[in-house]
C-alpha cells in the first residue's frame, strides 16, 4: 500500500493513513471482507509509528469501515454511507433470530417469547434507571462534560473529582459506597483502584479527542502564537500527549491554568489562536477578538468504551 504522507502539511499523520484507506476501499484495492496488513506491517511500510495506524485503524472501525477480529486482523466491512446503521441492525436482527429459533427448540410458542422478551426489556429499564454510576476523573472541567457523554436511556451518572477521595471524611466516599457501578478511565485505573484499596470492581474506558478538534488545531499555522487555558496540569498533559500521537507536536502551545480574570485577559491579548477546555471556553471568548480562533479541546468516550458501559450497566442486579 503506497501511502504518501506527508508530515508538513498540518494534516494528522492517522487521518492521511485513514483517508488514503478510504479512497483504496473506493477503488475497490481493499474489497469487502479482505483483510488489511497489520498495524505493525503498514507501520514500517510508511515509515510511521504503530500507534499512528492503530489511530487510523480505531477511527475506520469506529465509523463502521472495517472490523477488528480477535486473532485475526482487521477487514473491511461492506460499508457505505447509507449501509452504516442498517449493518447494525442486520447483526441485532441475527441475534434476535438466533433466540426465536433457541426459543422454539424449547417448546415455546412465538408469542410466549415475545412476552418474555417484552418483559425482560421492561426489567433491564427498570435496573438501567434505578442504577447509581459514579465517574471518576482528575479535573471537574473533564469529569462533568464525560458524565453527560455517558449517560444514556435514563442512566444517570455522577460526576467525582479524584482529589475528592483523598479526604476520607468527603461527600464523595458516600457516592462511592452506594454506588452500583464505578467508572473512570485507563489513565486513571490503576490510581482509583489505590484509592477504593481494591475493594470495588471498576470499569474504565477509553477516550479519544474529537476528530474535529484535531482537525481544527492542525490548520494552525506553524508560525502563530498558541495558548492552551484549561484549570489543571493534568489536562494539559493529556492534550500535549493527544496532539503528539497526532503528529502535531511541532506547534508551540504555551498553556495557562491560573484562574484570574485580569492575568488571563493578558495572556489571551498576545495570541493568535486559543485551545480551551470545555469548562473554560465562555470566559476565554470574553477576552477574545473576533480575529482570534478559539478551539475547544473535546475528549469523548470510544465507541466501544460507551457500548461496554451500556453493557454494564444491563447486568447491574439491585435489590
Known amino acids: 500500500m503506497a501511502i504518501p504522507v506527508m508530515r508538513k502539511n498540518g494534516i494528522p499523520l492517522y487521518i492521511q493513513v485513514k483517508d488514503k484507506i478510504i479512497a483504496d476501499i473506493r477503488d475497490r484495492v481493499y474489497r469487502p471482507g479482505e483483510q488489511l496488513p497489520t498495524e505493525r506491517t503498514l507501520s514500517e511500510v510508511l515509515g510511521v509509528s504503530r500507534n499512528t495506524v492503530s489511530q487510523a485503524y480505531q477511527s475506520l472501525e469506529a465509523e463502521g469501515i472495517v472490523a477488528s477480529r480477535q486473532g485475526r486482523g482487521t477487514f473491511v466491512t461492506d460499508y457505505d454511507d447509507r449501509q452504516r446503521m442498517t449493518n447494525r441492525r442486520d447483526l441485532l436482527s441475527r441475534v434476535v433470530d438466533v433466540a426465536l429459533e433457541e426459543g422454539l427448540q424449547l417448546g415455546f410458542s412465538l408469542d410466549e417469547v415475545l412476552e418474555l422478551t417484552t418483559l425482560r426489556v421492561r426489567q433491564k429499564t427498570a435496573i438501567l434507571h434505578k442504577a447509581r454510576i459514579v465517574f471518576l476523573e482528575c479535573n471537574r472541567e473533564q469529569v462533568d462534560y464525560l458524565s453527560r457523554k455517558l449517560e444514556f436511556g435514563g442512566v444517570h451518572i455522577d460526576p467525582v473529582v479524584l482529589d475528592d477521595l483523598r479526604d476520607r471524611n468527603s461527600p464523595a466516599w458516600g457516592a462511592i459506597r452506594s454506588a452500583d457501578l464505578v467508572v473512570t478511565t485507563f489513565f486513571h485505573y490503576d490510581e482509583v483502584q489505590e484509592l477504593l484499596d481494591h475493594s470495588r470492581e471498576v470499569l474504565a474506558i477509553a477516550l479519544d479527542p474529537e476528530l474535529e478538534t484535531i482537525v481544527q488545531i492542525a490548520r494552525i499555522p506553524l508560525d502563530q502564537h498558541v495558548g492552551l487555558v ?90
Open 230 to 319: 484549561c484549570r489543571s496540569e493534568n489536562f494539559v498533559g493529556k492534550v500535549m500527549s493527544a496532539l503528539a500521537q497526532a503528529g502535531l507536536d511541532s506547534l508551540r502551545i504555551q498553556p495557562f491554568i491560573e484562574p484570574d480574570a485580569r492575568s488571563l485577559a493578558s495572556f489571551v491579548k498576545s495570541l493568535d489562536a486559543v485551545v480551551v477546555s470545555p469548562g473554560r471556553r465562555r470566559e476565554v471568548e470574553a477576552h477574545c477578538s473576533p480575529r482570534q480562533r478559539v478551539i475547544e479541546f473535546v475528549f469523548r468516550p470510544d465507541v466501544a468504551s460507551a457500548n461496554l458501559l451500556r453493557a454494564a450497566v444491563a447486568t447491574v442486579r439491585r435489590v
